[in-house]
């Protein structure tokens, strides 16, 4: 089992930054991919940035150049780094992480962004 704590979120106004963090715990050495999805309200959730133990990263078109996923393995902590925050930022973010065969979720953080 692996547990997923997220934390950092909150409001900021258009323009402003957020970073949020994901700390993991439990048997973290099987996890093989760390990332952050967000769900709007009324909207499917989708993917923002993954990251695999290979060190692959993967970026939302909506978010390239603007968002920066990162790590620190030692602390097996993840961390979105969002810059240039619009309205339609605006989401429950959760923290992912995958084995091969079971995907764990973090409880969500509310980013809300203001115009």
Same mark, same amino acid.
């Given at each position: 089992?692996?547990?997923? *704590? $997220? /934390? ?19 048997? *973290?050495?099987?996890?093989? %991919? ?6 709007? !309200? ?5 993917? *923002?940035?993954?990251? /695999?133990? /290979? ?14 996923? /990162? ?15 619009? !309205? $339609? ?8 992480? $995958?084995?091969?065969?079971? %995907? ?8 809300? *962004?203001?115009?």
């Amino acid at each position: 089992q692996v547990q997923l *704590v $997220e /934390s950092g979120g909150g409001l900021v106004q258009a323009g402003g930054s957020l970073t949020l963090s994901c700390a993991a715990s439990g048997n *973290v050495f099987a996890l093989n %991919t760390r990332g952050w999805y967000r769900q709007a !309200p009324g909207k499917q959730r989708e993917k *923002v940035a993954t990251m /695999s133990d /290979s060190g692959r990263i993967n970026y939302a078109d909506s978010v390239k150049g603007l968002f920066t996923i /990162s790590g620190d393995f030692a602390k097996h902590t993840i961390y979105l780094q969002m810059n240039n925050l619009k !309205p $339609e930022d605006t989401a429950v973010y959760y923290c992912n992480a $995958e084995t091969y065969f079971t %995907t764990y979720w973090g409880q969500g953080t509310q980013v809300t *962004v203001s115009s």
